[in-house]
């Protein structure tokens, strides 16, 4: 579907007028694909501070760059989901930190990298409803979304202060038909359900300051990651402004995330960014090239992260 969709797009668009773009902007992709190493940065940084959370050792911060850069290729490439470089963040993790810590650290980054999401959307979706002129219709929209991603965030954040883990498994229990027979065997682990809960409200109770410095590290990326859409426009001669580009980032991101099981975001990137770009009253087609531009940028991302694998494991022995 989100290849029909895809293919759609580029034939309702003009592949032609796409075409010119992509020559008269071409080189917009080596700034675009540069912008994100602070990007990686700053989701290095954050990754440390959740890991010393806890006492113990951590990798050095070399080495979560690295891990940063391939859980970003992994989750990229992993259809359905888009979780699986958490797995690969764990056990690379673990030689220094032992398997509980790492795994509490990685359900910790994972919790407060929603976070940061979720406080991206909620300030794209403000700004869209305070500043840009929007029709009855969207403007409701916008309203409603903004006050369900709220209440998100409200209970992410008490799940960092009363854990996540064991409430997680109790609640599977009630899945018709499966939930019970799902959830016997982790709950067999209960012991070890509840020691990775109290790494997770550990950090939050004991490091405030380390969680609230996080998770604004965190969100600094995403703002930073905005920028390429400023970088895209500026190579097709569009002149966009500060609060046009950060709605397209942040609306850009919702649609993207909440269709978050199509395999590459098939279709589903072209589609939201047409949209985006047609509601600000901009050309639907720059969505399109703005889509194609940041699709590209991705794929040089994974190659660079797949490449990183190997260097993503760890080489200590695994504290007792």
């Known amino acids: 579907m989100g290849a029909a969709l895809f293919g759609y797009i580029l034939y309702h668009t003009g592949l032609a007028e796409l075409y010119a ?9 080596l700034p675009v694909c540069l912008l994100w190493i602070p990007v990686f940065v700053c989701r290095t940084a954050a990754g440390q501070l959740t890991m010393g959370g806890t006492p113990g050792p951590t990798p050095p911060l070399r080495r979560t760059f690295v891990i940063a850069i391939t859980i970003f290729a992994i989750n ?29 650290s990685t359900v910790t980054y994972y919790m407060l990298h929603a976070l940061s999401n979720m406080a991206l959307w909620l300030a794209g979706l403000i700004v869209a409803l305070l500043f840009l002129p929007l029709s009855a219709y969207w403007a409701v929209t916008f309203a409603v979304l903004a006050a369900l991603i709220a ?29 019970r027979r799902l959830a016997a065997p982790l709950e067999a682990g209960q012991s ?31 703002v930073i990651a905005v920028g390429e859409y400023w970088l895209i426009a500026r190579g097709v001669g569009l002149e966009l402004t500060l609060l046009p580009t950060f709605v397209i980032g942040a609306l850009g991101a919702l649609i993207a995330n909440v269709i978050f099981f199509v395999p590459l975001e098939a279709g589903v990137k072209e589609g ?38 190997p260097l993503a494991g760890g080489q200590q022995t695994e504290p007792e």
């Open 76 to 104: 990229l490439i992993t259809p359905f989901v888009q979780a699986g470089g958490e797995v690969l963040r764990v056990k690379a993790i673990a030689p220094w930190m032992g398997t509980q810590r790492a795994t509490g």
């Open 272 to 309: 939201g960014f047409y949209l985006v770009f047609q509601l600000l009253g901009l050309d639907p087609v720059l969505g399109v090239f703005a889509a194609i531009v940041q699709r590209l940028r991705e794929f040089v991302w994974v190659a660079i992260g797949i490449a990183l694998i």
């Open 192 to 222: 070890y359900l509840d020691e990775l809960d109290a790494v997770i409200v550990g950090f939050y109770r004991h490091s405030p300051g380390r969680f609230w410095l996080a998770l604004a590290i965190d969100t600094l990326g995403r």
């Open 21 to 29: 773009n992509l020559r008269r902007a071409g080189w917009t992709l």
């Open 151 to 179: 209440a998100a965030i409200l209970f992410v954040m008490s799940r960092h202060q009363h854990g996540i883990v064991a409430p997680l498994v109790r609640a599977l229990r009630l899945v018709p038909l499966v939930g």
